[in-house]
């Protein structure tokens, strides 16, 4: 018992507060409204530590890998697997809301209070934005996670060219990198009283809505988050680290799926992910590469949540969700979501796009529905998104280092400790 508390105590204080906090949110709205600013410093904080984490992280690996090919390996494995993955949760999704219907037939919206959608960003602007911006001092702010990722990917490639891992750059990349992680750990000390106020707040806000209108969608999804965690990750765990994996992957987990469903965000999830993929034996090479990315391009809950939503609009407007919508629907929200930063709610970036496609008619009824909906699903979603980029750091390991990398660490872990166990009996004779 001693050792599990060692273990679990800050998860069990993380889920303690969560739980405080939809308890006294639902019993005394009035005054958990006033609540928020606790949660929000909490994430104030992590945003500050981990735009500039996520420059030196990435930058860092690559310029400290043996070679430019292994760079461009690790990052080839690592975007196939997001799309691979961001397309089987989109489809599974469809699949559940074709089984069950999430709106009845008689649904009626009221249109008295939505005002008009304003003119959206043309196809050039939105790839300009997402991966480029006109000023450096722009790259620094958590809105700018993609920018910053590129600028990122191309500074650790120029450090290569120059020498790699012998520069003094790529020596101060990697010691910045892991100060940086220790000062998050003081942070996420706060967590708990963080996520108190953060859900205290949220449940007061949309308590109605919970057993409301949207009561039927939320727990379609919310189920089925947790199902596919524990179905599909134990899947892409054991092909990524091969037999052991499964067991491995569920001791790390707990701990970023409880951040990231606590704070509803990627971006601040990054340094949990970065602590368990060290203890699970994960190259830095690669998670330093994987988890970075991932915060951003790595949205397979973000995914389900695009497909519910146009299921959702779709049952509301009377319309069929039919095979030929469903295709489109599924390419488009694999796309969206890839193309999602890593901040709460996702900006709007992903319902906009959605609403653009398929309600271009009922824009300013469809977009705040899709924006409310985006809210309340955003906690599980975003556990999905965040505890998956642990998850794919297996596999991404695994066509790097080879299929056996997890069984060489247990089994030199298993070496370590019956040496430590032989000279400790030594020492007793």
Not at 209 to 215: A, F
Not at 350 to 355: K, N, S
């Amino acid at each position: 018992m001693k050792k599990i508390l060692k273990t679990y105590s800050f998860i069990i204080c993380m889920l303690l507060g969560i739980g405080a906090g939809c308890i006294v949110g639902w019993l005394f709205p009035e005054v958990s409204g006033n609540l928020e600013p606790l949660g929000t410093v909490f994430t104030n904080l992590m945003f500050c530590v981990v735009v500039p984490m996520v420059f030196c992280s990435i930058s860092s690996a690559i310029a400290n890998m043996k070679s430019a090919q292994r760079a461009g390996k690790v990052m080839g494995v690592t975007l196939a697997t997001f799309f691979i993955t961001a397309a089987i949760a989109a489809i599974l999704m469809y699949v559940v809301v074709r089984v069950f219907p999430i709106v009845s037939g008689d649904y009626q919206v009221d249109t008295s209070e939505l005002g008009e959608v304003g003119a959206t960003l043309g196809l050039a602007d939105l790839i300009i934005n997402f991966f480029t911006k006109p000023d450096f001092i722009d790259l620094w702010s958590r809105k700018a996670i993609l920018p910053l990722i590129v600028a990122a990917i191309l500074f650790g490639f120029g450090v290569q060219m120059s020498g790699g891992p012998e520069t003094k750059t790529a020596q101060m990349l990697e010691d910045l990198t892991g100060c940086i992680m220790k000062t998050v750990k003081i942070i996420t000390y706060y967590a708990p009283i963080g996520f108190f106020g953060f859900f205290a707040s949220l449940v007061a806000t949309y308590g109605p809505e919970l057993i409301g209108d949207y009561g039927r969608t939320l727990v379609v999804y919310y189920v089925l988050c947790f199902a596919y965690m524990f179905a599909f990750f134990p899947i892409y765990a054991r092909i990524g680290g091969g037999k052991g994996a499964v067991k491995v992957m569920f001791k790390h987990l707990l701990k970023p799926a409880a951040v990231s469903f606590g704070t509803c965000s990627s971006v601040a999830t990054i340094p949990t992910n970065m602590e368990a993929a060290e203890e699970t034996g994960i190259n830095k090479e690669v998670s330093n590469i994987v988890l970075p990315l991932g915060a951003t391009m790595h949205m397979d809950g973000s995914s389900m949540s695009a497909i519910i939503k146009v299921a959702f609009l779709f049952g509301i407007f009377g319309q069929d969700f039919t095979t030929g919508r469903a295709i489109l629907a599924i390419f488009v929200a694999v796309l969206s979501s890839v193309a999602m930063s890593g901040i709460p709610g996702g900006g709007g970036t992903g319902e906009l796009a959605l609403c653009t496609i398929f309600f271009p008619e009922q824009m300013a009824v469809a977009y705040p529905l899709a924006l409310a909906l985006g809210n309340l699903v955003d906690p599980p979603a975003t556990m999905v998104n965040s505890a998956g980029d642990y998850v794919v750091s297996y596999i991404v390991e695994r066509f790097v280092d080879g299929k056996d990398w997890l069984q060489k660490k247990l089994h030199g872990e298993k070496a370590a400790a019956e040496a430590t166990k032989a000279v400790e009996e030594k020492k007793a004779e």
